[in-house]
């Protein structure tokens, strides 16, 4: 398993934009695909964006966020970004880092979680 830290979140103005970072510990961390989860109160976590391993090429998006957020990886740096644009109120909830050896939308999937950021979007 790989430990993951994430920062970045915070409270927002609807319209307005946040970047998440998710910084990973193992040192074969380009090896992992990584994704961006995330969970409002009282509904189930939900898929945001996912980044294969290595060079990145291939993302996917929830269909709530797709054109909004883009997920990218610096494998130097061993860390995930979530860019979020044009925030709503409706994106509030606490975003989750996870790595797993590739990309899904299945949470369970995923072996190695962070203790969650929390963004706030306000109308």
């Known amino acids: 398993q790989v430990r993951l830290v994430e920062s970045g979140g915070g409270l927002v103005q609807a319209g307005g934009s946040l970047r998440l970072s998710c910084v990973a510990s193992?040192?074969?961390?380009?090896?992992?695909?990584m994704a961006w989860f995330r969970q409002a109160p009282g509904k189930e976590r939900e898929f945001v964006a996912a980044?294969?391993?290595?060079?990145?090429?291939?993302?996917s998006y929830g269909d709530s966020v797709k054109g909004r957020f883009t997920i990218s990886r610096d494998n130097a740096q061993n860390t995930v970004y979530l860019q979020m644009n044009n925030l709503k109120p409706e994106d509030t909830a606490v975003y989750y880092c996870?790595?797993?050896?590739?990309?899904?939308?299945?949470?369970?999937?995923?072996?190695?979680w962070g203790q969650g950021t929390q963004v706030t979007v306000s109308s």
């Open positions: 996870a790595a797993g050896p590739y990309t899904t939308r299945d949470s369970r999937e995923y072996d190695s």
């Open positions: 980044i294969m391993s290595w060079s990145g090429r291939g993302t």
């Open positions: 193992a040192s074969t961390f380009g090896s992992y695909a």
